[in-house]
């Protein structure tokens, strides 16, 4: 079993930034690719980005590319997503997953461990 705990999250003004982190304590990180999804109310858990187990390949939803940018620290064991831009439609708990020996993949199904989620709110 694979713990992920996430952090970072919080309430921010539309055009401001957050960093959210993945902490994987006490794992061989570099095993797994990393992505990011949120759910927002009322809505399916949907794909926000991915990093391949080298960090040299990413994969980004449309809706997020240019404004998030996801990496990885492996000697940390910590996965981040860095947020720019945000916007009112950004708003949803945000889940890390961990997909052992994966590519970095945006299909939910992949990924094997998931965090608790964090929670970013974004005011307009």
């Known amino acids: 079993q694979v713990q992920l705990v996430e952090s970072g999250g919080g309430l921010v003004q539309a055009g401001g930034s957050l960093r959210l982190s993945c902490a994987a304590p006490g794992r061989t990180f570099s095993i797994y690719a990393m992505g990011w999804f949120r759910r927002a109310p009322g809505k399916e858990r949907e794909f926000v980005a991915a990093l391949s187990r080298s960090g040299r390949t990413t994969n980004y939803a449309d809706s997020v590319k240019g404004r998030f940018t996801i990496s990885r620290d492996n000697a940390k064991n910590t996965v981040y997503l860095e947020m720019n831009s945000l916007k009112p439609e950004d708003t949803a708990v945000y889940y890390c997953?961990?997909?052992?020996?994966?590519?970095?993949?945006?299909?939910?199904?992949?990924?094997?461990?998931w965090g608790q989620g964090t929670q970013v709110t974004v005011s307009s």
């Open positions: 997953a961990a997909d052992h020996l994966g590519s970095g993949t945006s299909a939910r199904a992949s990924y094997d461990y």
